[in-house]
C-alpha cells in the first residue's frame, strides 16, 4: 500500500476500523400497522424484530412486501394487522382491534391482569424484551416469545400448564409457580 494512501487511512481511520464495521443507528418501523417494516437499506440488525418482512409501501396498510419480480404486493383483506409498543409500558385493562401486539426494543412489557383478548389478539415478545407478570394467575396463550426475550413471575404470579416456551426464552421466577 503506498504510504500517502496508508497515511490517509490513519487520519480518517485512526484506530484502522473502516466505515463498513462501524455500528450505526437507524430507525426500523412499521408506520401503517400491516406486519411489514421499513428499514431503509439495512437487512440484518438487532433493531429489526424477528417476525420482520420488509414493507414496499410503508404509508399503505394494503401493501405488503416487494416481490421478486420488485413490484409491491396487495395483501388480502382479512391481513393480521399490528400495534407496537416501544417503550416500558404497564398494562392494567387493554382492549385492541389489532390481531397482534409487538413489544420492541428493549422495552418491558407489565401484565397486572389476564388479557382478556375477544378478537385472539397475540402479544409477541422480540429479543431483548421483558414481560413481567405481576401477581395474577396467567394462561400463556396469548403470548409468542423469541428466544432472546425474558418472562419474569413476580408478586406471587402462577402460570397454568401446559406452556411452553422456545429454547433461548429466559424464564425467571422472582415470586410466584407453575401449576
Not at 9 to 35: A, N, V, Y
Not at 41 to 47: L, Q, Y
Amino acid at each position: 500500500m503506498p504510504k500517502f494512501i496508508y497515511l490517509l487511512q490513519l487520519l480518517f481511520f485512526p484506530k484502522g476500523i473502516p466505515w463498513s464495521k462501524e455500528k450505526r443507528s437507524f430507525l426500523c418501523e412499521d408506520m401503517d400497522g400491516d406486519g411489514f417494516f421499513n428499514c431503509g437499506i439495512e437487512t440484518n440488525a438487532f433493531d429489526i424484530p424477528v417476525w420482520a418482512q420488509t414493507d414496499g409501501d410503508d404509508s399503505d396498510p394494503t401493501i405488503g412486501q416487494i416481490n421478486e419480480y420488485g413490484y409491491c404486493e396487495q395483501l388480502p383483506a382479512n391481513h393480521p394487522t399490528y400495534e407496537y409498543i416501544y417503550n416500558d409500558s404497564t398494562l392494567i385493562n387493554f382492549e385492541s382491534s389489532s390481531n397482534y401486539i409487538g413489544v420492541l426494543r428493549g422495552a418491558t412489557l407489565t401484565l397486572q391482569v389476564q388479557p382478556s383478548f375477544e378478537n385472539g389478539t397475540k402479544i409477541l415478545l422480540d429479543r431483548g424484551t421483558t414481560l413481567i407478570i405481576n401477581g395474577f394467575t396467567a394462561n400463556l396463550d396469548f403470548l409468542h416469545p423469541y428466544p432472546g426475550c425474558k418472562i419474569i413471575l413476580r408478586n406471587g404470579a402462577k402460570i397454568k400448564k401446559p406452556f411452553s416456551t422456545p429454547i433461548g426464552v429466559e424464564f425467571v421466577i422472582e415470586d410466584g409457580t407453575i401449576e
